[in-house]
T-cell receptor, first 111, second 111 residues
Framework: GNSVTQMEGPVTLSEEAFLTINCTYT??????LFWYVQYPGEGLQLLLK?????DKGSNKGFEATYRKETTSFHLEKGSVQVSDSAVYFCALKGSARQLTFGSGTQLTVLP | EADIYQTPRYLVIGTGKKITLECSQT?????MYWYQQDPGMELHLIHYSYGVNSTEKGDLSSESTVSRIRTEHFPLTLESARPSHTSQYLC??????????FGPGTRLTVL
């Protein structure tokens, strides 16, 4: 079946640091890949997505590239802000009709 | 901004009570979902619906039930609440099988 493995947290960074959150997946065929973000006290929001190999999704300074050869979709941001503190979820949509989510990575950015 | 609403946002209730968690969306989405989010933040799909009068159980066994009588409404009911039901419940909807829009969640505590 499908599965998503995320880098374990929590991750704590200083403001303006570089962020990488690793995500690898297992799926048959050609899944679509997503990053969702959950701010404190809220539901999840779609942050970015990529639907085919080598696609780069980007939004709000975050980027992730769909790498089929390494089955990865790592999230990066060049300079994090305090307001980026949240939980980040990697997810995939494969042949099944439901999304498969990773376990989430808590990010805290200190001023 | 997605228009998906959940009520109540917080609920504290005694063991044995019957409760209904409300979820409504104004986007006309056919697909709707209920997730249970544990303290470690992991999401577990407990119910989903692909249209009116269509409901299915998700990956995580749950003692709750759902109904889908109207497109916009997808309530979740617990006939007899127990402390093991204490959790965060997230409702989501989507126009297809890819992107999902999440509500703010209901945090349930059963004493």
């Amino acid at each position: 079946g499908n599965s998503v493995t995320q880098m374990e947290g929590p991750v704590t960074l200083s403001e303006e640091a570089f962020l990488t959150i690793n995500c690898t997946y297992t799926a048959t065929g050609y899944p679509s890949l997503f990053w969702y973000v959950q701010y404190p006290g809220e539901g999840l929001q779609l942050l970015l997505k990529a639907t085919k190999a080598d696609d780069k999704g980007s939004n709000k300074g975050f980027e992730a590239t769909y790498r089929k050869e390494t089955t990865s979709f790592h999230l990066e941001k060049g300079s994090v802000q305090v307001s980026d503190s949240a939980v980040y979820f990697c997810a995939l949509k494969g042949s099944a009709r439901q999304l498969t989510f990773g376990s989430g990575t808590q990010l805290t950015v200190l001023p | 901004e997605a228009d998906i609403y959940q009520t109540p946002r917080y609920l504290v209730i005694g063991t044995g009570k019957k409760i209904t968690l409300e979820c409504s969306q104004t986007m006309g989405h056919d697909k709707m979902y209920w997730y249970q989010q544990d303290p470690g933040m992991e999401l577990h799909l407990i119910h989903y619906s692909y249209g009116v009068n269509s409901t299915e159980k998700g990956d995580l066994s749950s003692e709750s039930t759902v109904s889908r009588i109207r497109t916009e409404h997808f309530p979740l009911t617990l006939e007899s609440a127990r402390p093991s039901h204490t959790s965060q419940y997230l409702c989501a909807s989507g126009p297809g099988y890819n992107e999902q829009f999440f509500g703010p969640g209901t945090r349930l505590t059963v004493l």
